[in-house]
């Protein structure tokens, strides 16, 4: 492993990068679009509302007819009346009656009739008592057409500004005279029956819209169910809770699940290739080169020495590059978890054996239900280096705490690791020589040097972190981030 300097201080010991996986997570976030959900209730709704709002103005616009032609045959019956009893010769100007309609007698009552001798100059009007020396507008001086009956049918301005429906006639009677005849109801009984029946609609229309938003909700959520399922499941594969997608989907995502089952399955099997391969060119390599190495210790000389120092070059790189691959092909496949706890206590108990002539205290502090997310194998080749560097430089004491560590963009869970020991610590310029691969500062102490650099190979694969720093102890702080469950 490692050695350590006097006056060792805290520094920033690497691989706080993530991942090329980790890497790629804010450049999918930043191409992501709208949901299949969003889309799917975005245009129904849309849809619904183009429909109620067509809907409500065609419904709105043929009842604004009915009403009018309703009101229209009231005062038609009140015009043939007129007609009839000016033809008749029946009219009686001084006491003309109320036709059945009591308003025509009450001053300024929104109902009125007139009578205009339009043959004569000027024309001479009789009017009914409602309108109170009042005349009613022509019509025809509003620009309003006859019909095919010879009638015209529009509002007008009556009386103390009243809204009026007015249908008038003209009539020939020959010698008997030319007569414009007009009958004008108060339109306040059109607008009102039209504004309750707006609103009325208005509020039907509002709850049929919103129950039809409702139910399209719902039957988003029930079509796109499949598709939550199986995020769960790949949620629970890369949790390490299963290990493929189970259960029956829909005929449309099916071949996507055996897709994806198909994916993971030869995932699996590129792992285990790259696994065997990194076995066999380890037995290989080390045997020849061993071989080399004794040759080399019992001979003497320049020769020999050269040899023996080449060698170990060559060791050094054959663990360097057989590691590296061997920890990318232990991540390549996201699905695994492990339990921390029995991990490092097992750990702790390895080393105190393996250092009992030092008499060390190996404390262990592990909260409970913590879970690696990735190969029990790495988080012990993690955690085993670590602690065994702090084994060799502690004074008398070394502590393992592990707890929940701070959660990362997207709610990922981490665990924080942190061992310290009571040793001498590190320099500030020591900080980052201690990480390089193979880098060694004291050479009377065992090992090859590869040990932390493992670590922040392994960390960084990971997508995690690791950091040295001052121990509360007195000496070194490493400070290890893994993903978590």
């Not at 938003?213 to 169910?225: E, N």
């Not at 105190?352 to 988080?379: M, N, S, T, Y």
């Not at 080749?381 to 430089?393: F, Y």
């Amino acid at each position: 492993m490692t050695a350590r300097a006097e006056d060792g201080a805290p520094a920033d010991a690497a691989a706080d990068g993530a991942s090329t996986r980790e890497g790629a997570a804010p450049e999918l976030r930043r191409r992501k679009t709208a949901s299949i959900a969003a889309r799917l209730f975005g245009s129904a709704a849309l849809w619904t509302l183009a429909m109620l709002l067509i809907g409500g103005v065609t419904l709105s616009s043929y009842y604004t007819r009915s009403v009018e032609r309703g009101f229209d045959q009231r005062l038609h019956v009140y015009l043939k009346t007129l007609v009839g009893a000016v033809a008749a010769g029946a009219f009686d100007r001084e006491d003309p009656g109320s036709f059945g309609e009591p308003r025509f007698e009450l001053p300024l009552s929104g109902w009125y009739w007139q009578i205009t001798r339009i043959d004569r100059d000027p024309p001479e009007a009789t009017t009914s008592k409602s309108l109170f020396e009042e005349q009613l507008p022509r019509l025809a001086d509003l620009g309003i057409e006859e019909t095919l009956v010879g009638t015209r049918e529009g509002y007008a301005q009556g009386p103390e500004r009243q809204r009026l429906r007015v249908v008038e006639r003209t009539i020939d009677l020959g010698q008997d005279g030319r007569y414009l005849i007009a009958i004008a109801g108060d339109a306040t009984e059109i607008d009102d029956d039209i504004a309750d029946f707006n609103v009325a609609l208005l509020v039907s229309f509002l709850l049929l819209g919103l129950g039809l938003v409702v139910t399209t909700g719902f039957q988003v959520r029930f079509g796109l169910r499949p598709l939550v399922r199986i995020r769960q499941q790949l949620a629970e594969i890369r949790g390490g809770e299963r290990s493929r997608l189970d259960g029956a989907f829909p005929e449309e995502i099916a071949p996507l699940a055996v897709e994806l089952n198909g994916l993971l399955e030869s995932n699996r099997e590129i792992v285990e290739r790259a696994r065997t391969h990194v076995g066999n060119l380890a037995h290989g390599l080390k045997t020849p080169l061993s071989v080399i190495k004794n040759e080399a210790a019992v001979g003497d000389g320049p020769f020999a020495d050269k040899v023996r120092e080449q060698a170990a070059i060559m060791q050094r790189q054959i663990d360097h590059h057989l590691e590296r691959a061997r920890l990318a092909a232990g991540v390549a496949f996201a699905g695994e978890t492990t339990p921390v706890k029995p991990v490092v206590e097992a750990l702790a108990r390895t080393m105190a054996k393996v250092h009992r002539e030092r008499d060390l205290a190996i404390d262990v502090d592990v909260a409970e239900g913590l879970r690696f997310r990735g190969e029990k194998q790495d988080l012990e080749e993690m955690v085993g280096n670590l602690v065994d560097n702090a084994c060799k430089w502690a004074g008398s004491r070394v502590a393992i705490a592990v707890a929940e560590g701070e959660r990362l963009p997207g709610g990922r869970a981490t665990l924080r690791v942190v061992v310290d020991d009571d040793g001498a610590g590190l320099a500030d310029e020591q900080s980052a020589a201690v990480l390089e691969r193979g880098r060694r500062l004291d050479e009377t102490k065992p090992g090859s040097g590869l040990g932390l650099a493992i670590v922040v190979d392994l960390a960084r694969l990971y997508g995690g972190r690791f950091t040295l720093g001052r121990a509360p102890l007195g000496g070194l702080r490493c400070d290890l981030l893994l993903p978590g469950v």
